[in-house]
């Protein structure tokens, strides 16, 4: 069987091969899962997976920002993620004149390197099941607000005792829906430059047109190096820090891989629902990403006809765009493969097997025969709201000027009411905030997302959920909402650079009572009027739906104990493994396990920006020019493998059997 020599590679994962199927805890690894890995293939032990008493794999895993993960693979503190999770710090540092986005970066010293303000890498030092300490004092009489708050003071307790007196940082998360809880301390590091980044053509070739798809053809990854003070601890930036070296790093093998080979993924998934309720599924499937994609076409097709209007613009809004548009495919993907794999009906068949469990089983009749009906019947009762605050979500969080209006208004009344307050310092303050926003605002393209997104949310929520805004349409401008959102931006403040920096030039306590009554405040309020009661409720509606979950949860360990069962994610450590694999998503159809530049030629479209190929890399494939990397007159670009992951896996490292470095993760694919 051939070997092939992977450098620097991307995995994408597929959910076909349930085997793999599984997002493991690190701490839990010894009890529930080092046999069964070791028998897939695995050479190492749990503890060197996971170990406070050693330097171990996990040492060398961060959690990338507030959604990615990275992977350390040098002594001085390098560090490789994705591409497409380092985008927003490439784009910032590029400009017409140096674009890096789409020329690549490559820093040939460390003094070249770029500081990324904003970015913290963190490392996990520990975790600690923390369970009785989060649920003292509960007590079964209390409501769901006292049960909340009860909880939620517990757990900052139990935070700040954990790391007071050190330099670390202390996050307590729930699991099985509050019936455990864990604690996670971590080290977090400030300093962090980019190293270097593939050009645009390599680190996202294929662009959305491969997004969620395989085979792949693209480099989906950058570096970074983590800098220290001089005692290797976490720093703010300055010249004077050096890069950090760490207390474990991975060794990146040259081996190559085998199809069949053993595959390990570490890393940060952000939110899985492994275990919702099929009547859950079906609201979301059936009338809530229907309307999120609705939201999302609309807004990519505006943001797109501005990028084309300059090269400043397209890469003002390259960062954007890719954020906007990865969710709109996977929610594509989600539609499809849930109506191609039937999922809703599956989901019924298995839970009316477990209410017959429930009905002839006396181990259940007594204490749990309700729980099924009880599930329904919340979704059942609470469809209209579930699906309103969902879209109204999705649609403030889509306008600009309304996000920024209202952060504005609600802190500089805040501050303006302090005691003491130091009216100049406030004003320096506004000036910056209202400066930033404008730099990168576009009235234009804002009010046109406002006009479509508008339309979709009145079209896909109940009446009910209109606001007030809906009659005033409807009688004052005919039904137009094009011509309400154009009145709100010609008279907003907000809208005009010259308008705010007036009003911030004459801020007080009496004129920033004013504020309030800008028409962008008055959309915002009119939105907050009607929801604030459902958010309220909101509160507990979560808590009665996780008693719920917590509830159905157990009725399903005690209905299967062979079954092996893993918590939902939540951007938490978790382990997953599978092996090196392809799969056959349809009749007739074959996919291999990975893929080579060949295909980068086979995909080239000059008429298609997806798919340009850098001329130097043209030359270098047809020329075979490929180093000591190349295998049979070509080389392996990507591979894929059925491990379990989910969104904040990108830029996970991938490991085989020995715990060295094969790839990292980038994407999943529609069929899994």
Known sequence: MKKYVLSGLMLVLNFLAFAGEGLWLPLLIEQLNIQDMQKAGFKLSAEDIYSINRSCLKDAVV???????????????????????????????????????TNGFWALSRDMEL????????????????TQKVTNGL?????????????????????????????????????????????FIYEVFKDIRLASAPPLAI??????????????????????????????????????????????????????INEGDFTMVMGYPGRTDEYLYSAGLKIITHDILPAKIKMREERLAIIAEEMEKSAENKLKYANKYQGISNAWKKWIGILRGVNQTNVINLKIKEESKLQYRIENDTAFRFYQSDILTALSDYYTKHKDVIIALDLVNELLNSFEMIRFSSGFVTDALAALNAENADITEIKNQMKKRADGFHNTFNKDADSKTMASLLRIYFESVNPAFYTSIYPEIKNKYNGKISDYIDNLYKKSIFACPGKL???????????????????????????????????????????VLEQLYRRYIDVMMSADTIRRFYPDANFTMRISYGKVEGYQPADAVKYEHISTVKGILEKEDKENPDFQVPVKLKELIINKDFGKYGVDSTMPVCFIASNHTSGGNSGSPVLNAEGKLIGINFDRNWEG
Not at 74 to 88: E, K, M, P, R
Not at 161 to 180: L, R
Not at 203 to 225: C, S, V
Request: glycine fraction near 8%.
């Open 63 to 101: 959690m990338f920002g507030k959604g990615c993960t990275g992977a350390v693979i040098s002594s001085d503190g390098l560090l490789i993620t994705n591409h497409h999770c380092a985008f927003g710090q490439i784009q910032s540092h590029s400009t017409v004149e140096n674009d890096y986005l």
């Open 115 to 130: 500081p990324c303000r904003g970015l913290t890498v963190s490392f996990l030092k520990r975790i600690e099941d923390v």
């Open 139 to 183: 007590k079964t009489e209390m409501n769901y607000n006292e049960q909340y708050d009860l909880i939620a003071d517990n757990i900052k307790k139990i935070e700040n005792e954990a790391v007071s007196g050190t330099h670390y940082e202390a996050s307590v998360e729930s699991f099985w829906f509050g019936k455990n809880y864990y604690l």
């Open 203 to 256: 680190g996202k070739f294929g662009g959305e047109t491969d997004n969620w798809i395989w085979p792949r053809h693209n480099a989906d990854f950058t570096l970074f190096r983590i800098y220290a003070g001089k005692d290797n601890l976490p720093a703010e930036y300055s010249p004077d820090n050096t890069p950090y070296n760490p207390e474990k790093f991975f060794t990146i093998s040259t081996k190559g």
């Open 501 to 543: 920096e007036n009003t911030i030039n004459h801020l007080s306590l009496k004129s920033g009572k004013r504020l309030i009554a800008d028409p962008a405040s008055q959309f915002y309020q009119s939105f907050s009027n009607l929801f604030y009661p459902y958010f309220i409720t909101a509160d507990s509606l979560d808590m």
